[in-house]
């Protein structure tokens, strides 16, 4: 019964601060986060998130990155969600941070770089991963495939929403049955 509430009331948190970031009635303060130290903050929320079956593995290389921590919380756990969602049984999720430079970069829609260095966040699973036709919907808001009860198509718009807030940059690479990686890349001095 417990497990049951705590699921009611995650779905609910989550819904309620995408809602907020969508209406910008929620309060942005960014700040410097080290990297190293978030995730090393957050990981135990992480394991809360999977069953047993599932294993995070972290490289996390130090960096620092100037954004409202609870938006980066937000993006996490839309990501991780997605992650354990696509992963039914047995899996592994890797999440690594570093610095990259701008040629290294893709994006989902635009061709044009700005030059500099970026904080590269990935989020890499081996779940199911998705079709091409999926793949070029995963941004639009309302747009799931998940069953009724089981996500608001919210979940990855507000990444991009708050990853374009701060000038970065998102590239998905999926993979029918060859999983999902997950790329975001944020200015190390915002512009």
């Given at each position: 019964?417990l497990?049951?509430?705590l ?9 309620i601060?995408?809602?907020l970031?969508?209406?910008r009635i929620?309060?942005i303060?960014?700040?410097i986060?080290?990297?190293?130290a ?14 047993e079956?599932i294993?995070?593995d ?12 609870n938006?980066?919380q937000?993006?996490?756990?839309n990501?991780?969600?997605?992650s354990r ?5 047995n899996?592994k999720v ?6 990259v430079k701008?040629?290294d970069?893709k994006?989902?829609e635009l ?6 260095d ?8 081996n ?23 089981r996500?608001?198509g919210?979940g990855l ?7 374009r807030?701060y ?16 790329h975001?890349y944020f ?5």
């Open positions: 019964m497990n049951i509430i699921k009611q009331s995650e779905k609910a948190s989550i819904f601060g995408q809602m970031d969508f209406s929620g309060k303060e960014p700040k986060v080290e990297l190293e978030f995730f090393r903050e957050t990981q135990e929320i992480s394991y809360v998130l999977f069953h079956n294993i995070i972290y490289k996390i290389n130090p960096c620092k990155l100037k954004i409202d921590s938006q980066l937000q993006i996490m756990l990501l991780l969600l997605n969602d696509a992963m039914p049984e899996g890797k999440i690594s941070a570093s610095i701008s040629n970069i994006d989902f061709n044009k770089i700005r030059s500099g970026y904080v590269h966040i990935q989020v890499a699973d779940g199911t991963g998705m079709s091409k036709e999926v793949l070029s919907k995963v941004f639009e808001p309302f747009y799931t495939t998940k069953p009724v009860g996500g608001t919210l718009s507000q990444v991009y929403g708050i990853v807030l000038r970065g940059y998102i590239y998905i690479e999926s993979e029918k049955g060859k999983g999902t990686k997950t975001l200015p190390v001095k915002p512009q």
